[in-house]
């Protein structure tokens, strides 16, 4: 069995000593070992699980700085090789990890989830963060916290835990702003001006990015937590989309081609930075937008919609202990009865 975590100090502490609520007089750890743990492959899962996340997260922060940099005033030449590099030596790693997806979901005859996972996972590494494990199928394994039920309760664990740090970090966008606009021509005098400036929102959509990701995973209708969190969703996906025409424009052949016209030139790259700066400023009005929406997120009416759901979900949770304590009884029951029967026997004979 594995032993439970140290505590940790601070909001994380509550999240990962909180235990699942059990029957009277049942114990249950914080952390489950699946059927056939014993079995060296199930071992080793909690050292793939912990490996592959922390690639997934490296390749998230790889692409925070790449999206961030690229083809910005200043940009060093060597700078986006170093990313690119990074991006390009971490990737195929993950081309493992589909193909044990994809063998484990085919052994257990859920050959096209296990293909469906294994395509997001080589070409969406960074959503490997929310990944079940390869055995526990309802758990997810997170720093810390080790391996987790991946129910409601720790989803709203994990949305209160982020809750302050990431109001925290998006507030981090108004300094920004404000040296950006009141400074402008700073960027292309000083070059660490606009490493800071850009490091700085690399480190916001990092934090965002991977809220994100953890909490849709955790979701029970994900494409419900779409809808209801479409600007923390902007904010995740328009970096990617700004930065994308001028990638485009650079590695493809024929795009090239258009260097050979100046004029033609001039105007697609005129067109490519016009829309690089839209798609900026759209980016931080969603950040400055998340900012005002989670400070005035605790009026009476979302407060009263989210203890009505928690109460909801009590009532859920006290049906299902209800279920088990009726097992248990029927289990005990069986025992004493069989008991029982082997003391009349005993008797008789």
Not at 146 to 163: H, P, T, V
């Amino acid at each position: 069995m594995t032993p439970e975590s140290p505590s940790q100090p601070g909001a994380l502490s509550d999240v990962a000593q909180t235990p699942p609520t059990m029957a009277p007089g049942v114990e249950r750890p914080d952390r489950v070992e699946p059927p056939g743990a014993s079995l060296p492959s199930a071992k080793s899962e909690t050292v793939l699980s912990a490996v592959f996340f922390a690639l997934a997260l490296i390749f998230l922060a790889e692409l925070a700085g790449f999206s961030h940099r690229y083809g910005r005033s200043g940009v060093q030449s060597w700078e986006i090789r170093l990313m690119g590099s990074a991006l390009a030596v971490v990737w195929p790693m993950f081309a493992f990890e589909a193909m044990v997806r994809w063998y484990l979901g085919w052994r257990r005859g859920q050959w096209l989830r296990g293909l469906v996972q294994a395509l997001v996972v080589f070409f969406v590494p960074p959503l490997r963060l929310g990944f079940r494990g390869y055995y526990r199928q309802d758990q997810i394994w997170l720093p810390f916290l080790g391996w987790q039920n991946a129910d409601k309760q720790l989803y709203r664990r994990l949305e209160r835990f982020f809750s302050i740090p990431m109001v925290c970090l998006a507030l981090l966008v108004l300094p920004i702003l404000v040296c950006e606009y009141g400074w402008p021509e700073w960027r292309d005098q000083h070059a660490w001006f606009g490493l800071a400036l850009d490091a700085a929102s690399a480190v916001i959509w990092l934090a965002f990015a991977f809220e994100f990701i953890v909490l849709v995973s955790l979701s029970a209708n994900r494409w419900q937590f779409c809808v209801r969190h479409w600007i923390e969703l902007l904010i995740v996906l328009l970096p990617l989309v700004e930065v994308l025409p001028m990638l485009v424009t650079d590695l493809v052949p024929t795009m090239r081609l258009l260097r050979v016209l100046r004029l033609q030139q001039l105007g697609r790259f005129g067109r490519v930075y016009r829309l690089r700066a839209l798609l900026t400023k759209l980016w931080r009005s969603f950040l400055v937008l998340e900012i005002i929406q989670r400070l005035t997120g605790q009026t009476p009416e979302k407060r009263l919609r989210r203890l009505r759901e928690l109460l909801q979900a009590k009532l859920e949770e006290i049906e299902e202990l209800k279920g088990e304590i009726a097992q248990l009884e029927a289990q005990v029951e069986k025992a004493h009865s069989a008991a029982e029967g082997t003391m009349r026997v005993k008797g008789q004979t």
